[in-house]
């Protein structure tokens, strides 16, 4: 490796443009533009068929896309066939505005307008490229010639306009703008802004692509800022952004973009484009919703999104990208699980006004995620917390915080040895395997209480070892009673150091559940769960059930 062979290839404005950096975030949604169907489709190892993206482009409507990109109906019978199946099927609700892309090449223009013979709204998107690296390598022609071609395709793009039936709009884009001088990107802009001659009734599109990231995300967000003040027409102009992510910063350009006066953003879900992919327009439209900004897209089904999306394109959404992977989510770690425990058990008493919840910027439940399945994942990292919190909303066990502690370490061990990660389900048996209703080498079959002398005698009937003994014993109350009469009996020394008891569910059939915690005389505190339709035999199993436990 060689850092010497590399410089930087992007250009500065001429002027110092930093008004974006005293901005702190973004107000208000841009408009959306998806080119999944386009941009995204030509990277796709196999693209969609003809029915997948008619049906992608149904999920687009559904998630509220007003802009759509359907295609480059020049560059294939394909994408022909798929804009004139939208508009013969009258597929195109009146609110969506379909974009379709043409090179500024006569041919080309002619063919996409054949293409668009009916349509009721549409983007025309015409561009060319205007790059130093790509005017002395590949087309080998002047800055002027340059222009030319761009002017060229203005002029023939409303000249096309005219002769055909339709409502078009239209978009310009210096494509490789940002290896472009800044100033002449500046130039050809303004001189396709004269061909066309924007009004605020008639507003044109002028795009300035990260056709490659070249630069830091504040570069790209100076140069849009420059492109804002000085392009002519501006209030009859939406400047659009379409970055892409070559350097790993496409929802940054895009943020910091918007900050610097971009009024649009085409993107694709999820990010997916060719080389590193485009801007995710899920992540930039989730980090505005986490400010309490309305983004104007419905993502509050993104599990089924992101399967219909993994369907239909053949690609896989990562793990950890951001919102819509399957483990963003996801807290393993036991201090991450024990705050966000915390944090919703916050939630729930105090009914604050808004959202704030540790590890977790947005409530997951807003885009179709869930708690028990998605937040609190365990394996052999996961703490008491966490794993409190999986028994407590998935089954109603409050257990207490000091048993959380074993149970805890008791369940990681065994994800530990499995070496796998434990479902709720899981961890439900191996609490009540280790813990609930124990009856080895002790088991209950009956036990009576009678108030005598200002306190409690028991009777009760147990099966030890295969056989049926009788025990009696005297205390303050009946768990004490139990308890003395099974020391009274046996070898046992321990004392009684915790009770808790609580409703498990409620109605005719609820259940009781109680947890019982012994300690011997070398300190080990051992615990026991008892659940019964009866409460007082439910701490009469969970004290033999810790019993059971030290045996």
């Not at 802009?67 to 609700?93: H, K, N």
């Not at 310009?172 to 001088?181: A, D, I, L, N, R």
């Not at 609190?376 to 919190?389: A, C, E, L």
Request: charged share 25%; with cysteine.
């Amino acid at each position: 490796m060689n850092s010497e062979k590399y410089k930087r290839q992007y250009f500065m404005p001429p002027k110092e443009c930093l008004d974006w950096a005293r901005k702190e975030y973004i107000t208000k949604a841009p408009d959306w533009c998806s080119v999944d169907l386009r941009d995204g489709n030509q990277a796709l190892i196999i693209p969609m068929s003809l029915d997948e993206k008619v049906e992608f482009f149904k999920y687009l409507v559904k998630v509220g896309f007003k802009e759509i990109e359907v295609g480059f109906p020049a560059a294939s019978e394909t994408e022909y066939t798929f804009l004139r199946t939208l508009i013969e099927q009258d597929l195109i609700p009146d609110d969506v505005t379909i974009q379709v892309l043409t090179q500024a090449r006569e041919h080309i223009i002619k063919r996409t307008f054949e293409a668009l013979k009916g349509a009721k709204r549409a983007i025309v998107h015409v561009y060319n490229s205007t790059s130093l690296a790509q005017r002395e390598q590949v087309f080998k022609k002047s800055k002027e010639e340059i222009l030319k071609i761009a002017t060229d395709g203005a002029k023939l793009l409303k000249k096309l306009a005219d002769e055909t039936e339709g409502n078009f709009q239209f978009e310009y884009s210096p494509e490789s703008f940002t290896g472009t001088e800044v100033e002449y990107a500046l130039e050809v802009c303004n001189a396709v802004l004269d061909i066309w001659k924007p009004s605020p009734d008639w507003k044109v599109i002028i795009n300035l692509p990260v056709t490659v990231q070249l630069s830091m995300p504040h570069v790209y967000a100076s140069q849009i800022e420059y492109m804002s003040k000085h392009i002519k027409y501006r209030d009859s102009v939406v400047l659009s952004i379409h970055p892409h992510n070559d350097r790993g910063c496409g929802v940054a350009d895009t943020e910091l973009a918007l900050l610097a006066g971009a009024d649009r953003v085409e993107g694709t879900l999820f990010g997916n484009g060719e080389r590193t992919g485009n801007v995710d327009i899920v992540t930039v439209a989730l980090n505005m919703y986490s400010h309490g900004v309305d983004p104007n897209l419905d993502f509050s089904n993104l599990p089924e999104l992101t399967k219909n999306y993994e369907c239909l394109t053949r690609m896989n959404v990562y793990e950890r990208q951001p919102y819509s992977g399957k483990l963003v989510f996801a807290a393993f770690s036991g201090s991450h699980q024990d705050a966000i425990a915390k944090g919703m058990h916050w939630i729930d008493d105090h009914h604050p006004d808004y959202w704030s919840v540790p590890y977790l910027p947005i409530d997951p439940k807003d885009i179709g995620r869930e708690y028990e399945s998605d937040v609190i994942r365990i394996n052999s990292q996961s703490g008491k917390g966490g794993i409190g919190y999986v028994l407590e909303e998935n089954f109603g066990f409050h257990i207490p915080g000091k048993m959380r502690e074993d149970v805890g370490y008791t369940v990681k061990d065994v994800s530990d040895k499995q070496h796998r990660e434990l479902v709720p389900k899981d961890i439900l048996d191996v609490f009540k395997t280790v813990y609930v209703n124990i009856s080895s080498p002790i088991a209950l079959k009956e036990c009576h209480f009678i108030q005598k002398d200002g306190g409690i005698e028991a009777e009760i009937s147990l099966e030890k070892s295969g056989v049926d003994k009788l025990y009696h014993g005297r205390g303050n109350g009946r768990l004490d009673a139990v308890s003395n009469a099974l020391q009274r009996h046996s070898d046992l020394d321990y004392s009684i150091v915790s009770y808790q008891e609580h409703a498990l569910n409620v109605g005719s059939n609820s259940k009781a559940c109680s947890y019982v915690a012994i300690q011997q005389p070398n300190g080990t505190v051992v615990w026991g769960a008892g659940i019964h339709e009866d409460i007082i035999t439910a701490s009469v199993l969970a004290l033999i059930s810790a019993v059971n436990r030290i045996q």
